[in-house]
Protein backbone atom coordinates (compact mmCIF):
# COMPACT_ATOMS: atom_id res chain seq x y z
CA UNK A 1 0.00 0.00 0.00
CA UNK A 2 1.09 3.51 -0.74
CA UNK A 3 0.65 7.02 0.46
CA UNK A 4 -1.61 7.55 -2.07
CA UNK A 5 -3.50 3.91 -1.68
CA UNK A 6 -4.19 5.72 1.81
CA UNK A 7 -5.70 9.00 1.07
CA UNK A 8 -7.75 6.89 -1.26
CA UNK A 9 -9.09 5.16 1.27
CA UNK A 10 -9.57 7.90 3.32
CA UNK A 11 -11.27 9.66 0.82
CA UNK A 12 -14.05 6.95 0.25
CA UNK A 13 -14.64 5.96 3.85
CA UNK A 14 -14.84 9.32 5.78
CA UNK A 15 -16.33 11.14 2.65
CA UNK A 16 -14.15 13.87 1.87
CA UNK A 17 -12.30 14.91 -1.06
CA UNK A 18 -8.77 13.64 -2.47
CA UNK A 19 -7.27 16.78 -1.48
CA UNK A 20 -8.68 16.92 1.75
CA UNK A 21 -7.66 13.71 2.49
CA UNK A 22 -4.44 14.07 0.98
CA UNK A 23 -3.86 17.15 3.66
CA UNK A 24 -4.98 14.72 6.71
CA UNK A 25 -2.74 11.62 5.60
CA UNK A 26 0.35 14.53 5.77
CA UNK A 27 -0.52 15.94 8.84
CA UNK A 28 -0.94 12.67 10.88
CA UNK A 29 2.68 11.61 9.18
CA UNK A 30 4.02 15.17 9.99
CA UNK A 31 3.11 14.55 13.34
CA UNK A 32 4.38 10.80 13.42
CA UNK A 33 7.73 12.28 11.90
CA UNK A 34 8.02 15.20 14.21
CA UNK A 35 7.33 13.10 17.86
CA UNK A 36 9.98 10.70 16.68
CA UNK A 37 12.84 13.09 15.31
CA UNK A 38 12.22 14.24 19.52
CA UNK A 39 12.93 11.15 20.28
CA UNK A 40 9.32 10.41 21.47
CA UNK A 41 7.53 6.82 21.03
CA UNK A 42 4.58 6.63 19.08
CA UNK A 43 1.78 4.14 20.80
CA UNK A 44 -1.09 3.93 18.12
CA UNK A 45 -4.06 2.05 20.21
CA UNK A 46 -4.61 -1.71 18.68
CA UNK A 47 -1.92 -1.21 15.65
CA UNK A 48 1.05 -0.89 17.41
CA UNK A 49 3.90 1.27 18.74
CA UNK A 50 7.11 3.09 17.10
CA UNK A 51 9.88 3.01 19.29
CA UNK A 52 12.93 5.09 19.08
CA UNK A 53 16.28 3.27 20.16
CA UNK A 54 19.26 4.60 20.11
CA UNK A 55 22.54 2.52 18.73
CA UNK A 56 25.82 2.96 19.85
CA UNK A 57 29.45 3.20 17.43
CA UNK A 58 30.37 -0.06 16.63
CA UNK A 59 32.56 -1.96 14.66
CA UNK A 60 31.55 -3.47 11.21
CA UNK A 61 32.95 -4.95 7.94
CA UNK A 62 32.72 -3.84 4.54
CA UNK A 63 31.46 -7.07 2.51
CA UNK A 64 32.94 -6.44 -0.72
CA UNK A 65 36.68 -5.83 0.19
CA UNK A 66 36.65 -7.33 4.35
CA UNK A 67 37.97 -4.21 5.82
CA UNK A 68 37.57 -3.11 9.07
CA UNK A 69 34.77 -0.19 9.26
CA UNK A 70 33.61 2.08 12.17
CA UNK A 71 29.52 2.21 12.40
CA UNK A 72 28.64 5.31 13.38
CA UNK A 73 26.07 5.77 16.54
CA UNK A 74 22.84 6.90 15.51
CA UNK A 75 18.60 6.74 16.16
CA UNK A 76 16.75 3.74 14.31
CA UNK A 77 12.66 3.59 15.01
CA UNK A 78 11.33 -0.09 15.35
CA UNK A 79 7.57 -1.20 15.06
CA UNK A 80 6.00 -3.96 17.53
CA UNK A 81 2.71 -4.74 16.87
CA UNK A 82 -0.24 -4.67 19.30
CA UNK A 83 -1.64 -8.40 20.67
CA UNK A 84 -4.49 -6.98 18.82
CA UNK A 85 -2.94 -6.81 15.46
CA UNK A 86 -1.08 -10.18 15.62
CA UNK A 87 -4.16 -12.10 16.75
CA UNK A 88 -5.91 -10.07 13.63
CA UNK A 89 -2.84 -11.18 11.34
CA UNK A 90 -3.10 -14.59 12.74
Same mark, same amino acid.
Given at each position: ????? *? %??? $?? /? #?? +????? /??? /? %?? =? *???? !??? /? &??? &? +? =? &? $????????? !?? @????? @??? @????? #?? =? %?? !?? =? @??? $?????S? $?L? &????
Amino acid at each position: MTKAD *L %IEK $VS /E #GA +GFSKK /ESA /E %IV =E *LVFD !ILK /E &NLE &N +G =E &N $VKVSGFGNF !IV @RHKKT @RKG @RNPQT #GD =E %IL !IS =E @RNV $VTFKTSQ $VLK &NSLN
